[in-house]
């Protein structure tokens, strides 16, 4: 999968003390440390593989681009999560393909997941440059698609997110964005961006409108750049009770809408079809027809963020144990083909395809990808936070 002519070249620069001094470059950056692990190389996907893999995310959004995908969609919103004044489309799409091979050992991308929400858009680019940097990539090699270089990138983020407004106008909004684990992404994307980063804690409301205070001068806010999971704060009963309920019908836009993190996620799984698409079911669906094979399967939340909560070895008391079934995917297990072995270890890898929308444009636009790198089973970072040749990363396409 790998081109193995950059394989040997990166191998043949790498030493641990380089990797300290990429590390040591991308916190240099930003207020505090990134706050998972990044991994010791990027990956080198060969040309066959890259357009392989970009053929089916293009397959993919044939689908999203369905005009009935609202009405298929419409029951995947919880009441409570429920958002009015929702646009026509996501704004951001992501992709998470699995890196496997078919039974003749051919590539085969198996797709993982996605999402209708906004990514680590900012980190991406920064990771990128560091390698490039401390290991000497040639421009050859590159993270971006469809024409777009770092600057380009940027200025259509930034034309999606900012639009007609002032930045003092447009907010990243989070609950308590310090301290959430994607901090890092937040600086980095303020770094080119330079719009306010504003706690769901710090909003205020007057009337319908929205608005922070800096320097006790109101702010009032027009457009929201969400990065807020409802799925995070879903345990905390009294959230809008103690803060302004952002559910309400407010004069705000949103970057992208909150509805749209439910429409374009795993529940979409089981009206696929294709080769690059893993069997999956709602479980409420099957419940009383279980596959006779669960040891291939996986359980997870419909909604969950991350990896979170995902039950990789099925057993029955499993299945009886979840209180609301119509909220679980059973998805077949892909099979990670190992894109290295390094130091003894097999590397398995997902690749996110990074999707931009901006409003008037006819369909999404591959801009980049966010990679992540496992030596064991779990192919998220948590799990893989203190193991060497895993964690978060990007992959390089040659141009």
Known sequence: MEDENIRKEFTSKFSDEKYKDFLNKLNSEIPSPIDYRIAESPLFLNKDVSNKLIKCGEEILDFLLRPDLKQITEKSIPDKWRCPNENDHSHFIGMDFALSKDKDGNFSPKLIEFQGFSGLYGIQAHLANAYKEIYNISDEWSIYRNGLDET?????????????????EVILMDVHPHEQHTAADFYFTKIHINIPIVGLEDLKQDGKKLF????????????IYNRLIFDEIDKDENIFEKNVDIRQDLDVEWITHPNWWYR?????LPHLKGDYILKSFILNDIINNLPNDLENYVLKPLFSFGGNNVIIDIKQDDIQNIKDPQNWILQQKAKYEPVMHIEGNDVIAEIRLM??????????????????????????????????????TV?????
Do not use: C, H
């Not at 800096?214 to 806010?221: A, L």
């Not at 990808?369 to 978060?392: F, Y």
């Open 152 to 168: 380009s990138y940027f200025n259509l983020l930034k034309q999606i997110i900012v639009g007609p407004y002032e930045l003092d």
């Open 212 to 223: 922070y205070e800096i320097n006790g001068e109101k702010k009032y806010i027009k457009r």
């Open 264 to 268: 374009i996620s795993k529940y979409l």
């Open 355 to 392: 999707y931009f929308w901006p409003d008037k444009t006819q369909r999404p636009i591959l801009t980049a990808n966010n990679t992540r790198l496992s030596t064991g089973n779990m192919i998220n970072v948590g799990s893989n936070k203190n193991k060497k040749w895993a964690g978060a």
């Open 395 to 399: 992959t390089f396409m040659q141009k």
